[in-house]
């Protein structure tokens, strides 16, 4: 699935954004069609981002949150966690496999939060080292959610800087 993934995008999935990684996953998420989450966002899958995305399938589904919806795994959606999304779409993060980043997590990777998979790889992430984002976020690293993590990076996708494309705080388990 991820060189399929890798493939479908057409460029190395750290140069792709999460709206291209997307588009590539399937076609029914949580029971809607690609399209029809495309026109609920209401614009270009490239040009939406992953808060849009998400937020238009619900903000709860069966009880879990934002985490678990997005299932590319191949098994029931109310089990996928966040890790599972990741490893559907690389087999390496940083240098680390993603199977290392899971075992390193040493807990349920359904119950751990993307903060604890984040620090496994405990390298770089954009060119910010992870007490560089750390000390940015301003909290411990376990106590932070994805997007606080990424909007002290501060980069920028599809011409859109991360510090207002992802407003959506995850909920974790």
Same mark, same amino acid.
């Given at each position: ?15 792709s ?7 590539c /996953?399937?076609?029914? +998420?949580?029971?809607?069609?690609? $399209? ?8 270009? /899958?490239n ?10 399938? %619900?903000?709860?589904?069966? %009880?879990?949150? *934002? ?25 390496? /993060?940083?240098?680390?496999a *993603? +199977?290392?980043?899971?075992?390193c /997590? ?12 984040i620090?496994? +790889? ?14 940015? $976020?301003?909290?411990? +690293? ?11 990076? %501060? ?10 494309i ?8």
């Amino acid at each position: 699935m991820a060189l399929f993934i890798i493939n479908c995008v057409g460029t190395k999935v750290n140069r792709s954004t999460i709206a291209d990684i997307i588009k590539c /996953v399937g076609t029914n +998420v949580n029971g809607y069609g690609l $399209v029809h989450i495309i026109n609920c966002v209401g614009t270009n /899958v490239n040009r939406s981002t992953i808060a849009d995305i998400i937020k238009c399938v %619900g903000t709860n589904v069966n %009880g879990y949150g *934002l985490v678990h919806i997005i299932n590319c795994v191949g098994t029931n959606v109310n089990r996928s966690a966040i890790a599972d999304i990741i490893k559907c779409v690389v087999t390496n /993060v940083n240098g680390y496999a *993603l +199977v290392h980043i899971i075992n390193c /997590v040493g807990a349920n990777v359904n119950r751990s939060a993307i903060a604890d998979i984040i620090k496994c +790889v405990g390298t770089n992430v954009n060119g910010y080292g992870l007490v560089h984002i750390i000390n940015c $976020v301003g909290t411990n +690293v376990n106590r932070s959610t994805i997007a606080d993590i990424i909007k002290c990076v %501060g980069t920028n996708v599809n011409g859109y800087a991360l510090v207002h494309i992802i407003k959506l705080r995850w909920n974790e388990r």
